[in-house]
């Protein structure tokens, strides 16, 4: 293999000048810096990553920390994150089902010197598991994290206001009594989500009925079993929203296995509007979070951190929702709203 000593030898320059022509540092001139390169590409020559981390104190390699890896969401935020980084030429370093505080220290530690920069979306994650565990220079962005500390970059999805608004557009079709398929009980995104659907009924009049707040987990077999149970119910719920699109694809399957018409019968729709939302039969309504943009955006957060040396300002950002209005909920084509 050939080594920087080899490059330096062949191209009549010292080995520190080699180093500062691939690590972009200390002056050297564009004719060396030209000759340099040439030479190295005759002879085949890589730059070995961790002696220029070393030399550099850069990585080129940022992580991306996800409580999963299983579904249309994650997999667009991970889509999101590594086009970004790519195209910043880091390296995207990824690691998920971190599902208790840990756990979460584990890949933290294990993250620890790998990595320039971590993107965190993690239900469990707290301050001070955060300080003890990371160097404070360390750059961090919380995706849909809820910490109580200035002390990092945030972006959150604004979960309550895009519940109030699907509640009042169900409501807006004449219907009163609307379920809620709600996520895992002590996450927070979930139970913001169930705080807007109330706010939202409790100011048009319409009662809040315990039995129509149903658990689904976050899956589509969650939904698919909450979906029965509401159909169970008498009178039954004449609209069904569910806290996520997987949720909602679930109780979409069960309402078709008891022959429900939708929206005839029963008006649906979800949360985080996922590529597929747009190909189910019916087509489904559901709040727009621009999930590849989530992604995007955290890296493109990460990046400004990271080139500031964590030394920033530090932002604390709601990113707003809209709604994907489709035939689900029986909104005709033309009242369509993206």
Do not use: W
């Not at 994290?145 to 990092?152: A, K, L, P, T």
């Not at 169900?170 to 169930?194: F, K, T, Y």
């Not at 069960?254 to 005839?264: K, M, N, S, T, Y």
């Amino acid at each position: 293999m050939t080594t920087i000593k080899d490059v330096a030898r062949e191209a009549g320059v010292s080995t520190a000048t080699v180093s500062r022509v691939f690590n972009n540092i200390g002056p050297v001139d564009k004719d060396t810096q030209r000759h340099v390169r040439l030479v190295a590409r005759r002879l085949k020559y890589v730059p070995n990553a961790l002696g220029r981390g070393l030399s550099t104190q850069r990585t080129d390699a940022i992580g991306l920390l996800l409580p999963d890896l299983f579904g249309e969401f994650f997999s667009e935020v991970l889509r999101g994150s590594d086009q970004t980084a790519q195209q910043s030429r880091y390296h995207l370093v990824v690691s998920s089902s971190h599902n208790n505080r840990e756990e979460i220290r584990a890949a933290l530690t294990t993250m620890r010197g790998r990595v320039d920069g971590l993107v965190i979306m993690s239900a469990h994650i707290d301050a001070q598991t955060l300080i003890e565990t990371l160097p404070p220079a360390l750059p961090v962005v919380l995706l849909n994290c809820y910490v109580d500390s200035s002390g990092f970059d945030m972006l959150n999805v604004d979960n309550f206001g895009g519940a109030y608004e699907m509640t009042k557009h169900l409501l807006s079709h004449g219907h009163q009594r609307i379920a809620i398929i709600n996520g895992i009980e002590e996450n927070v995104d979930a139970r913001e989500r169930l705080r807007g659907y109330g706010v939202a009924m409790r100011e048009a009049g319409a009662s809040v009925d315990p039995a129509l707040q149903v658990p689904g987990h976050f899956s589509e077999a969650g939904g698919y079993d909450a979906a029965r149970r509401l159909l169970s119910r008498s009178p039954r719920p004449t609209a069904i929203f569910a806290s996520n699109d997987s949720m909602a694809i679930g109780a979409l399957s069960a309402l078709r296995d008891q022959g429900v018409q939708i929206p005839e019968e029963m008006a649906l729709a979800g949360f985080d509007d996922v590529p597929i939302a747009t190909y189910l039969t019916p087509t489904l309504t559901s709040v727009q979070v621009g999930i590849h943009h989530l992604g995007v955006r955290a890296v493109e957060t990460l990046l400004h951190a990271v080139g500031n040396r964590n030394a920033h300002c530090k932002q604390q950002i709601l990113l707003p929702t809209k709604l994907s209005l489709r035939e689900s909920c029986g909104c005709k084509p033309k009242d369509q709203i993206h």
